[in-house]
């Protein structure tokens, strides 16, 4: 929502208030109508919005209804500092937070306070994976964990996961990020190597997810568009209890033995609010 300030430059004579003025529960209330980015923009008009900015109860609502679950799922009990303000708080968790061996990240968005959560490629379970004639763990800058998995060829495709996180309350998406082709650089440019892709658009590729309290969803298509990164969307679930974990189990499977398929980078899982849909252009591929 968006909230314009004209701020004209008055002599020191002038009767009418400034905006400097404002008493600091109108403020409050101002900001409780914006969101972090336009929060942070009004703190640098005067000392009275900036001091309001850092106030505990301006924040507090923009951090998720359960974030002192969330805290405690991520971080242990030495690891956290205990001084933070509301505003730190929200900061701290709009950072990259690794969890579970470092297979695991969760952060905030941070325009609109959103729990966002993704798997890398080595925190799932992959056919083959152990076999460097089919699968290699690919270091690569083009991943949030630094590596990818990359195919070069298999008969039986088969990728299974899960994650058990404690989400507040709202509906989410799943989505699987892949990539056509080996990404890589080549003197400071990026280039794609297509030499095994094939197979994908024999048959269509199934999604599926499954949570703890009996919820299912499934999708399926073809793998397309060689040499970017796609979002292929799995499935929707929704989280009703925001104070218990919900435990979410994924699959993504071409199982038809026909044919073998590869050339395949598989970068990691994400689960994000619905809603982002609507604001997320790159999630609107599948």
Known sequence: MGILFSISSQSSSSPNPSL???????IAVIMEYMDPPQICKLASLN??????SLADFVWE???????HVI????????????????????SRLCSLNTFDEGTKKVWLDRSMGKVCLSVSAKGLSITGIDDRRYWNHVPTEESRFSSVAYLQQIWWFEVDGEVEFPFPAGT????????????????GRRVCNTE???????????????TSDD?????????????????YHAGDFVVEDSNVST???????QIDCTHTKGGLCLDSVFVYPSEFRKVKEFLNYS
């Open 196 to 210: 095994h892709v094939h197979g994908w658009d024999v048959k269509p590729v199934r999604f599926q997810l499954w």
């Open 20 to 26: 400097g003025e404002l008493p600091e529960s109108c």
């Open 61 to 67: 609502s923009k951090l998720p209804s359960n974030y």
């Open 172 to 187: 989410y998406s799943l989505f699987f990020r892949i990539h056509l082709g080996k990404p890589s650089k080549r003197f």
């Open 71 to 90: 805290i405690q799922k991520i971080f242990d009990g030495s690891s956290f500092p205990s001084h933070l303000g509301k505003r730190g708080i929200y």
């Open 47 to 52: 000392r009275a919005f900036h001091g309001t």
């Open 247 to 253: 435990k979410v189990k994924f699959s993504m499977t």
């Open 215 to 231: 919820q299912y969803d499934s999708s399926q298509c073809f793998l397309k568009g060689p040499g970017k990164w796609r979002y």
